[in-house]
């Protein structure tokens, strides 16, 4: 056997404990009985322990290090490989195995004690832990390269070849260009269209206008389905098993509308990788920022312009003929991209989402540059969020303990969101050169869309870097105007 087949065979072994575990969550976070979780959590520890040997064996390092010093023998596909899996080896084998499992330890604690915190509003309760799991953070990172920023090695983490240097620019020029113009709607908007976004709208018809969504997308039913959970997401075992989940309130319709649209651009991407990378490193998204491009590409620059509604709105009449008889297309175009100062990140609206990504980004690399420490964390976001949206929480749940990500040692994750919204802008303006975007919308084909975006960047999976793609998409390296541009141009028009 070859090195290469031996590679190829140990990740096979790999593979299929990672389907395993992927059908489990799935299964967890959406039918499964709540009396599951002890056997569930005992067999899931056994299959990520099974994962974890072989990728720490000296037999699999060995063959790492073996292939990674002969790359010039094998093509350019299997050259990333060679070098994703060496990147995983060395992230972990640095690590004191001691320290790694202290701080395993730490983050499982950790999730109770910031759910505690959150509900009672009591940073101080939490704040220990958080220093612990910055400080292990910052000497992992070091770890693996000690001679980068720490920072930078974590936003690398989330989105391959990202560095502070690049974040200071994109979000430079949102301080600069975007937070004024937020500002000026700001004051201009008001509580319209309330009794049209929050009026009673049944989970049954809801559930029906998710499925024609899911038709008007050309989502691949042969492969793949949607259900319901709390927090929608997408996962997938291979582009022909992609699930989708959405959620459905009562009171709130964009709700269930606007998480399966982005859920569904998450799935469509997944959806559209070709199969040939399956038993690879390739497969899969590439990374956290072009992911979140797609499910906001279908979510905002789709399914919030106008185009959109006039073309769906007649369907929403016959489903809800109550609640829309005073309105036009053009009013729930409008309600759908109601602008409000929020405290909750997860509730902002598309405008308003930027700056909740700019303070977060702020205080990670103030916090990692050691300018700041966790006790000045609640006083930095309120005065923060106060500057950029005129808004300051009333207790810290609404302020720097709103968000899972920290608790779960997640640091260089939240830059990506905003990323992602201003890679989209970008993609939107490459594709609207070369097929008329609003057209194919008002002609019920997004399938022309979808399949610009399959040739151009979905088929290649995790082969190309997002820097890579972003080049051959918009035939351009990433460039933030697109996204200001994008967001002037439309907020205007709805704002004047
Ligand atoms: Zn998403």
Do not use: C
Request: negative net charge; glycine residues 4%; proline residues 3%.
């Amino acid at each position: 056997m070859t090195l290469q087949e031996k590679f190829r065979e140990n990740l096979k072994k790999v593979k299929a404990y990672q389907y395993a575990l992927t059908l489990i969550g799935w299964d967890s976070n959406t039918e499964a009985p709540r009396n599951s979780f002890k056997r569930r959590s005992e067999m899931t520890a056994y299959l990520s322990k099974e994962i974890f040997l072989i990728q720490t064996s000296k037999e699999y390092s060995n063959m790492i290090h073996e292939l990674y010093n002969h790359m010039d023998d094998y093509d350019d596909l299997f050259v990333r490989e060679i070098k994703k899996a060496k990147k995983d080896l060395d992230k972990i084998v640095n690590i004191p195995e001691d320290e790694f499992i202290e701080y395993r330890k730490l983050i499982n604690d950790s999730q109770i004690i910031w759910e505690d915190a959150k509900k009672n509003s009591d940073y101080g309760s939490f704040k220990g832990n958080l220093k612990k799991i910055i400080d292990y953070n910052r000497k992992f990172a070091l770890y693996y390269d000690k001679d980068t920023n720490p920072y930078d090695t974590m936003l690398d983490d989330y989105e391959e070849g990202m560095t502070t240097k690049e974040y200071d620019e994109f979000f430079d020029a949102l301080k600069k260009d975007l937070v004024p113009f937020v500002k000026d709607v700001l004051k201009k908007s008001n509580h319209q269209y309330k009794e049209l976004r929050n009026n009673h709208y049944s989970i049954e018809k809801q559930k029906e206008f998710s499925q024609y969504l899911l038709d008007e997308f050309a989502f691949n039913r042969k492969s793949g389905l949607i259900k319901e959970s709390v927090h929608p997401f997408t996962w997938n075992t291979s582009p022909e098993d992609v699930r989708l989940t959405t959620k459905y309130l009562e009171d709130y319709i964009f709700s269930s509308i606007y998480s399966t649209i982005h859920e569904l651009g998450h799935a469509t991407y997944e959806q559209q990788i070709s199969t040939e990378f399956d038993d690879t490193l390739l497969s899969g998204g590439t990374s956290m920022g072009i992911h979140e491009s797609q499910s906001r590409f279908y979510e905002n620059n789709i399914g919030r312009s106008l185009a959109f509604w006039q073309t769906h709105f007649n369907k929403f009449k016959e489903l809800f003929p109550e609640q829309s008889k005073t309105y036009q297309a053009e009013d729930m175009f409008k309600a759908s991209n109601h602008v409000e100062a929020s405290l909750i990140r997860i509730e902002a609206d598309e405008l308003t989402y930027p700056m909740h990504i700019m303070l977060r980004y702020d205080i990670e690399r103030m916090l990692f540059n050691q300018e700041i420490s966790v006790d000045d964390l609640p006083s930095v976001w309120n005065n923060l969020i106060e500057k950029y949206l005129g808004v300051r929480p009333k207790n810290d749940s609404e302020g720097v303990l709103q968000d899972v990500h920290w608790s779960d040692g997640m640091f260089g994750y939240f830059p990506t969101y905003a990323l992602g919204s201003a890679y989209a802008a970008q993609i939107y303006y490459a594709m609207k050169k070369e097929i008329d975007v609003e057209k194919m919308i008002k002609e019920r084909n997004i399938k022309a869309i979808n399949n610009w975006l399959k040739e151009k960047l979905h088929q290649f999976g995790s082969s190309k870097s997002p820097k890579e793609l972003m080049l051959l998409v918009t035939k351009e390296a990433f460039d933030p105007k697109y996204y200001i541009q994008y967001l002037k141009e439309k907020y205007s028009k709805i704002y004047n």
